[in-house]
């Protein structure tokens, strides 16, 4: 197909600064092509780099700048194939109009993590949506995929939300792959937004013991539980670490999945979890967080891990909502088109919505 010379994108161009506006269509270079987006999901790291988080914006000591403006934004996102440069093709293995999804890291193949495997904790980092003129993201009718991107095609059983979700989805598996579920283990996932509930089928698969969602709205403990949870709490008129020990012969979860970005998820996750427990970070957060340390380690020789994005996971994702094992269901609550971006923002940031997908009416 033709490219039009110009395209709608979401402008990111400081904090609070986010425009539609018409920007250059890009056209690709060697190695690289060009996606007609079709979906893209507004993440909550979308809203807290809107509001000007130190951790994307910098702050003069903790944190460097990490995007860098101006900037198309939107890193959940999935698209056509439109145009190949030259061995694009080769290189991704795909073809014109099939429907593919980029992982949001574009690795730098150079950096000691890179060197040795561990392309998505690369030391340069750049993740699609942050970078301006190098990483642009998908809110936009048309994307660049860089040579150096890692491109996954997408299912054709698929829907467009669907293939809009595999980057959320994909970041889930990763989490509950790093807590290492065993089949007699009472698992507590904290934060019930999208993730969350995707962590809650994902972990329903691994058939643990007792499986729990921690949320402060009830609407979303219910769809937990129709997504094979146990049980269901909120912290607004639930002792979280009192419910989870009187479930557990008065010991404590094994595992603890924090996925609330909220200092009180943290201090909550220490208090219900048994000795030799195991406690996976995955929220990104506004602000530091103090717990005690003795409770790690002298009380109970916790194991504290971290879950970064989605390595090797994506094809899991396809294969696991291909064959109708994860669903979107209840979790994709809103779709708004692309030119009504600042709606879609607003209605991400309100607690009755789940997950809102911005279309770009390309199918």
């Not at 018409?22 to 270079?29: E, I, K, Q």
Request: proline share 6%; with cysteine.
């Amino acid at each position: 197909m033709s490219l039009p010379d110009s395209m709608q994108a979401v402008v990111c161009r400081g904090p609070g600064d986010y425009r539609l506006e018409r920007a250059p269509t890009p056209r690709p270079g060697q190695g690289e092509l060009i996606l007609r987006i079709q979906a893209c999901g507004i993440c909550s790291s979308d809203l807290k780099c809107r509001d000007g988080a130190a951790m994307y914006w910098g702050d003069g000591d903790r944190f460097a700048p990490f995007v860098k403006p101006p900037m198309i934004v939107g890193h959940e996102f999935a698209g056509e194939v439109v145009a190949l440069g030259e061995e694009a093709a080769e290189r991704f293995g795909v073809s014109l109009g099939d429907r593919v999804v980029p992982e949001q890291i574009l690795p730098c193949r150079q950096c000691f993590y890179c060197q040795r495997g561990h392309y998505w904790m690369c030391e340069v980092h750049n993740i699609f949506g942050f970078q301006g003129g190098v990483a642009d993201g998908g809110m936009a009718e048309y994307l660049r995929v860089p040579a150096n991107a890692v491109l996954h095609r997408v299912d054709p059983r698929l829907s467009v939300e669907d293939a809009a979700f595999l980057e959320p989805l994909a970041c889930g598996i990763h989490a509950v792959n790093r807590a290492e579920i065993q089949f007699d283990d009472t698992v507590v996932i904290a934060g019930g937004g999208p993730i969350g509930l995707a962590m809650v089928q994902l972990a329903r698969l691994k058939t643990p013991r007792q499986l729990i969602l921690v949320d402060t709205h009830d609407d979303r403990l219910d769809l937990a539980r129709d997504y094979g949870a146990d049980h269901g709490f909120t912290p607004h008129r639930d002792d979280i670490a009192k419910e989870i020990r009187a479930l557990t012969g008065g010991y404590g979860c094994e595992v603890y999945i924090d996925a609330t970005g909220s200092s009180s998820g943290v201090v909550q996750g220490l208090e219900s979890l048994r000795k030799l427990g195991r406690f996976v970070e995955f929220s990104v957060f506004k602000e530091p967080t103090t717990v005690d340390w003795s409770t790690i380690g002298d009380r109970k020789e916790l194991d504290i891990r971290g879950s970064h994005l989605s390595p090797h996971t994506y094809p899991v994702a396809i294969d696991l909502l291909a064959r109708g094992l994860v669903t979107t269901r209840g979790i994709v609550t809103h779709h708004v088109p692309l030119a009504d971006f600042e709606r879609g923002f607003e209605i991400a940031a309100q607690r009755d919505s789940i997950k809102v997908v911005l279309t770009t009416g390309a199918s």
